[in-house]
C-alpha cells in the first residue's frame, strides 16, 4: 500500500514537471505579428493615405514608413524550445516504480502480498518448469511437496498425478492423491487411495489424519477413532488437536442431534473443534454466518475443497442456530 502511494506521487509530480511549461503565465507582451498582418496593414494605409490630409496623412505616412522598416528586417517568431528532461524523468519514475511493485507487491498466489509469498512463488514456479522439462518423478515430487504445501492444490495434483503414471507404486503420491480427493469432495476415491498409501506405508502420520477426517465425516466415528489413534501412536505432531476430535467422536458415538453434536460429527474435523480454523477456514466470527441461507447451500452443495454434508432437515437447522451462535 506504501509503495503504491509513492509510486502515484511521483507519477502527479512529474506529470506537473512536465506539463508546467503549458501551465504556466502567460508571455507578458503579445507575440510579435506575422508578415502577413504587416503587408495587409501597410496596403490598407496606401489606399487611404492618398485622401488624408494634414495631421493624419503624417501620422499615416510615418506608420508606412515603420511598416516598411518592420517587413525589411522581419524574422519570424521562434518555436518554444522543447525540454525532455521532465518528459525522461516522468517515465524513469515510472518504469522503476512499475517494476518494483510487480517485483515485490503484486500478488501471484491466493493471499500472496509479501515479499516472502513471491520467493515462494518464483521457487514454485521454478520447480514446476522444471519437472516438465525434465519428468523425472523427484523433480515431479519436489513440485507436488511445494504445491501442496501453499495450498496450490490443482498444481499438486497435476504433479503427483504424473508421478503415478510414471511410478503406480509411489507411496507419497498415492497419499497425496487421496488427500487431495478428500478435499475435493470425493470420499469413495479417496478412501480407496489412502487406505492402500497406508497400508504401505503405515507410519506415515499424515495419512492416518485424513483417512479419521474422511471417516469422521461419514459419521463412521469408530473407524475415525481408530484412524486417529494411530495417528498419535505414530508420533502425529498436532497431537492436542486430534485427541479432542477422538473426545468428540466419542461423544457423538453415543447420539445426539443437537446443533453442537452436529458440528463436533460433520464440521469439527476441518474447521476445529470450536470453530477456530483447521484444514477448512475459521468459522469463529466469520460474517458469512450471518447468511443463513448461504450457509445452508454451502453445506448442502459443498464449495472449492469443502465436500457436500447431507444432512437431515432437523440437523441442518439446529447446525445453522450452533453456527449462528459462534
Same mark, same amino acid.
Given at each position: 500500500?506504501?509503495?503504491?502511494l509513492?509510486f502515484?506521487l511521483?507519477?502527479?509530480?512529474?506529470l506537473?514537471?512536465a506539463?508546467?511549461p503549458?501551465?504556466?503565465?502567460?508571455?507578458?507582451?503579445p507575440e510579435p505579428?506575422?508578415?502577413?498582418?504587416?503587408?495587409e496593414?501597410?496596403?490598407v494605409?496606401k489606399?487611404e %493615405?492618398?485622401?488624408?490630409e494634414? =495631421?493624419?496623412?503624417?501620422?499615416?505616412?510615418?506608420?508606412?514608413?515603420?511598416?516598411?522598416?518592420?517587413l525589411?528586417?522581419?524574422r519570424?517568431?521562434?518555436?518554444?524550445?522543447?525540454n525532455?528532461?521532465?518528459?525522461a524523468?516522468?517515465?524513469?519514475?515510472?518504469?522503476l516504480l512499475g517494476?518494483?511493485?510487480?517485483?515485490?507487491?503484486?500478488p501471484?498466489?491466493?493471499?500472496?502480498?509479501t515479499v516472502?509469498?513471491r520467493?515462494?512463488?518464483?521457487?514454485?514456479?521454478a520447480?514446476?518448469d522444471?519437472?516438465?522439462k525434465?519428468?523425472? %518423478?523427484?523433480?515431479?515430487?519436489?513440485?507436488?511437496?511445494?504445491?501442496f504445501?501453499?495450498?496450490?492444490?490443482?498444481?499438486?495434483?497435476?504433479a &503427483?498425478?504424473? %508421478?503415478?503414471?510414471?511410478?503406480?507404486?509411489?507411496?507419497?503420491?498415492?497419499?497425496?492423491?487421496g488427500i487431495?480427493?478428500?478435499?475435493?469432495?470425493?470420499?469413495?476415491?479417496a478412501?480407496?487411495f489412502?487406505?492402500i498409501?497406508?497400508?504401505?506405508?503405515?507410519m506415515?502420520?499424515e495419512g492416518?489424519?485424513?483417512?479419521g477426517?474422511?471417516?469422521?465425516?461419514e459419521g463412521?466415528y469408530?473407524?475415525? *477413532?481408530a484412524?486417529?489413534?494411530?495417528?498419535l501412536?505414530?508420533?502425529?505432531?498436532?497431537?492436542?488437536?486430534?485427541?479432542?476430535? *477422538?473426545?468428540?467422536?466419542r461423544a457423538?458415538a453415543?447420539?445426539?442431534?443437537?446443533?453442537?453434536?452436529v &458440528?463436533q460429527?460433520?464440521?469439527?474435523?476441518?474447521?476445529?473443534?470450536?470453530?477456530?480454523?483447521?484444514?477448512g477456514?475459521?468459522l469463529?466470527?466469520?460474517?458469512i454466518?450471518k447468511?443463513?441461507?448461504?450457509v445452508?447451500? *454451502?453445506?448442502?452443495?459443498?464449495?472449492?475443497?469443502?465436500?457436500a454434508?447431507?444432512?437431515?432437515?432437523? =440437523?441442518?437447522?439446529a447446525?445453522?442456530? &450452533?453456527?449462528?451462535?459462534?
Open positions: 500500500m506504501t509503495a503504491t509513492i502515484l511521483l507519477l502527479l509530480l512529474g506537473f514537471l506539463l508546467r503549458l501551465l504556466g503565465p502567460k508571455e507578458p507582451f505579428p506575422r508578415r502577413e498582418e504587416l503587408l496593414e501597410l496596403e494605409l489606399r %493615405v492618398g485622401a488624408l494634414g =495631421e493624419e496623412k503624417k501620422l499615416a505616412l510615418a506608420r508606412m514608413v515603420e511598416l516598411e522598416r518592420a525589411e528586417g522581419y519570424p517568431p521562434e518555436p518554444r524550445p522543447f525532455p528532461l521532465p518528459v524523468l516522468v517515465l524513469g519514475a515510472v518504469v517494476v518494483g511493485l510487480w517485483r515485490y507487491t503484486l501471484r498466489l491466493p493471499g500472496e502480498t516472502t509469498a520467493a515462494e512463488a518464483r521457487e514454485l514456479k520447480l514446476s522444471k519437472a516438465k525434465t519428468g523425472a %518423478v523427484e523433480d515431479l515430487l519436489a513440485w507436488g511437496r511445494k504445491a504445501e501453499l495450498g496450490v492444490y490443482e498444481q499438486a495434483a497435476e &503427483y498425478l504424473e %508421478v503415478l503414471k510414471k511410478d503406480p507404486r509411489n507411496v507419497e503420491a498415492v497419499r497425496r492423491v487431495l480427493l478428500f478435499l475435493s469432495g470425493r470420499p469413495e476415491e478412501r480407496l489412502l487406505e498409501a497406508q497400508h504401505a506405508e503405515p506415515a502420520a492416518w489424519l485424513f483417512l477426517n474422511l471417516h469422521f465425516q463412521r469408530e473407524e475415525a *477413532i484412524a486417529w489413534e494411530r495417528y501412536e505414530v508420533g502425529g505432531e498436532a497431537r492436542e488437536r486430534v485427541q479432542g476430535l *477422538i473426545a468428540m467422536a457423538q453415543q447420539g445426539g442431534k443437537d446443533g453442537k453434536s &458440528y460429527a460433520r464440521c469439527a474435523a476441518c474447521h476445529g473443534a470450536r470453530g477456530e480454523g483447521g484444514v477456514p475459521r469463529q466470527g466469520n460474517p454466518l447468511a443463513k441461507e448461504a445452508r447451500e *454451502i453445506v448442502l452443495q459443498g464449495r472449492g475443497t469443502m465436500p454434508v447431507p444432512l437431515s432437515p432437523e =440437523e441442518l437447522s447446525l445453522l442456530d &450452533y453456527l449462528d451462535s459462534l
